[in-house]
């Protein structure tokens, strides 16, 4: 039986044994996925025992995605220039880490906005966290000619911005006024999130043909993704990034590449209310 889980603390709200558990059961595989609570100073103990017992491997959340680096041997080259790992693969005892939340972020978009040349769409980015530097990655990876910066705090924004030189920071307060350069407008922060702020966004600036993407997916329809659609924007919703990001890990584990169907979407969509 192969064994699966995701790590964080806490994890209990985590969908990913869901979305696992629904292709192992799809795809006819004995396999097991759960969810594991792993407090930060037992992680590389817990860890260690996971590699014993047999584990194929683990997706990791908040709070471990940096601070598993030093246990993996091996990194990929997304989880190095993204500076976290989500997936690991466990290979004779040794811990490999990837990250899949920039082909999320892509696969995403290309699923919801085929027509969408990435290679010829300048983009704006708002916020500067971990979803913004795999987002960021992904851009970078697909062509995207112009990557606009836009987060609250403008020292943070200049950080992801020193890792990948070919992004330009601008202030938040003239995140509005750039949207006139851009055809792609993604928001990679909590804002707009239950329980969070919400994103004040004035869209008169974004041209026409441009698409709005919001990764935040609780809940799935976001003020931006609203007010963008009144305006006639072609919209992207979150849970698909979830969704895709979760491919690669369970074919990493199963050696089966799974599908994202309309049923699970329908599951996942309403676990996530």
């Known amino acids: ?20 558990n629904y292709w192992f059961r799809r795809y006819g595989i004995e396999g097991e996925y759960t969810a ?10 817990r860890l260690s025992v996971l590699a014993q017992e047999g584990y194929a491997g683990f997706n990791v959340t908040v709070p471990h995605k940096q601070t598993v680096i030093p246990l993996c041997r091996h990194l990929d080259d997304s989880a190095r220039a993204i500076g976290a790992v989500n997936t690991v693969v466990i290979r004779n005892g040794a811990l490999e880490g990837h990250n899949t939340d920039a082909y999320g972020f892509v696969e995403n978009l290309r699923e919801q906005q085929p027509h969408l040349a990435l290679s010829s769409t300048p983009a704006l980015l708002l916020g500067a966290g971990g979803a913004a530097r795999a987002a960021v990655y992904g851009l970078i990876q697909e062509g995207c000619p112009e990557i ?44 707009g999130m239950k329980s969070q702020d919400p994103l004040m966004m004035n869209l008169t600036h974004l041209p026409p043909h441009a698409v709005v993407y919001d990764i935040v997916y609780k809940p799935l329809m976001t003020d931006l993704l609203r007010a963008a659609q009144i305006r006639g924007h072609a919209i992207v919703t979150g849970i698909g990034m979830l969704l895709h990001q979760a491919r690669p890990a369970f074919a990493s584990w199963t050696g089966v590449h799974p599908e994202v169907t309309a049923e699970l979407v329908i599951d996942i969509t309403e676990r996530a209310r």
């Open 1 to 20: 039986m192969i064994r699966a889980a995701v790590i964080g603390h806490p994890v209990a709200h985590s969908l990913s044994p869901s979305i696992h």
């Open 36 to 45: 594991l609570d792993i407090e930060p100073a037992d992680l590389a103990a």
């Open 148 to 191: 606009v910066l836009a987060n609250r705090s403008r020292e943070n924004a200049e950080l992801l911005a020193r890792d990948f030189p070919s992004v330009r920071v601008v202030e938040w307060s003239a995140r509005e006024d750039v949207c006139a350069e851009v055809g792609l407008l993604v928001n990679t922060t909590v804002l």
